[in-house]
């Protein structure tokens, strides 16, 4: 067959041939699984776990896939390749002539084993809880019943208001609240500064710079009467 190189995954030697197979059934692999031994080789393209093409020995297609199911307690070496979906679509352009229509009839133990263990687990599991399932009624026969109605609330404590009689405490004496010393803004204080002028001496003081203004300015005679 012509088959593209895919991605290599492993190399498997000394098993046996049907074990293999189930393992790759098992497990939906995708990919080429090419095998030898002393008197046999061939190739196997899976998809999904399910075989589509074959050629073992000159046999092609179902012809190889019988031989396969022929060999199945054939010890041999075997080594698997990933393909991806466009290597598995030019894989299948390039070999018609090996199609497998009738990929069914192959054992495959590893899954017959898997389906025992499961098994045996689904029993033990089953008797575990039969076990509980009789501790839980034991366990109700010997436990005495209890009421909820037989337990008493818990009542809230009462606690005295404060400064109440009965709380023995007694108030102490409120102090007078005095109001903060506020300093004066700056209008206030222009406003106080006025009403402690003496305009008597403002107004001499006034006319006294206005007689050296006028002298400085040769204006004199303004002043006289």
Same mark, same amino acid.
């Given at each position: 067959?012509?088959?593209?190189?895919?991605?290599?995954?492993?190399?498997?030697?000394?098993?046996?041939?049907?074990?293999?197979?189930?393992?790759?059934?098992?497990?939906?692999?995708?990919?080429?699984?090419?095998?030898?031994?002393?008197?046999?080789?061939?190739?196997? /393209?899976?998809?999904? #776990?399910?075989?589509?093409?074959?050629? &073992? *020995?000159?046999?092609?297609?179902?012809?190889?896939? @019988? %031989?396969?199911?022929?060999?199945?307690?054939?010890?041999?070496?075997?080594?698997?390749?990933?393909?991806?979906?466009?290597?598995?679509?030019?894989?299948?352009?390039?070999?018609?002539?090996?199609? /497998?229509?009738?990929? #069914?009839?192959?054992?495959?133990?590893? &899954? *017959?084993?898997?389906?025992?263990?499961?098994?045996? @687990? %689904?029993?033990?599991?089953?008797?575990?809880?039969?076990?509980?399932?009789?501790?839980?009624?034991?366990?109700?026969?010997?436990?005495?019943?209890?009421?909820?109605?037989?337990?008493?609330?818990?009542?809230?404590?009462?606690?005295?208001?404060?400064?109440?009689?009965?709380?023995?405490?007694?108030?102490?004496?409120?102090?007078?609240?005095?109001?903060?010393?506020?300093?004066?803004?700056?209008?206030?204080?222009?406003?106080?500064?006025?009403?402690?002028?003496?305009?008597?001496?403002?107004?001499?003081?006034?006319?006294?710079?206005?007689?050296?203004?006028?002298?400085?300015?040769?204006?004199?005679?303004?002043?006289?009467?």
């Amino acid at each position: 067959m012509e088959l593209p190189r895919g991605t290599f995954r492993s190399i498997r030697k000394g098993i046996r041939l049907g074990d293999l197979i189930g393992e790759l059934i098992t497990t939906r692999f995708t990919g080429i699984c090419s095998f030898s031994s002393g008197d046999i080789s061939g190739s196997l /393209v899976f998809k999904g #776990g399910t075989c589509i093409l074959a050629k &073992v *020995q000159d046999q092609y297609g179902d012809g190889g896939w @019988a %031989e396969t199911r022929a060999r199945e307690e054939q010890v041999i070496d075997a080594v698997l390749s990933d393909l991806n979906a466009t290597q598995l679509q030019l894989a299948l352009e390039f070999n018609k002539n090996a199609y /497998v229509k009738n990929a #069914g009839g192959l054992t495959a133990p590893p &899954v *017959q084993k898997t389906g025992a263990m499961h098994h045996g @687990a %689904e029993q033990k599991t089953a008797a575990t809880s039969q076990l509980h399932v009789e501790k839980e009624k034991e366990f109700i026969k010997t436990t005495p019943l209890t009421f909820a109605g037989a337990v008493h609330p818990v009542q809230p404590e009462k606690r005295p208001a404060p400064n109440s009689p009965e709380s023995g405490s007694i108030p102490s004496p409120q102090k007078p609240v005095t109001a903060p010393d506020v300093e004066p803004s700056p209008t206030e204080k222009e406003y106080d500064s006025i009403d402690s002028m003496d305009f008597d001496d403002v107004t001499q003081k006034i006319r006294k710079d206005v007689k050296v203004i006028l002298k400085q300015l040769q204006l004199e005679h303004l002043t006289e009467k």
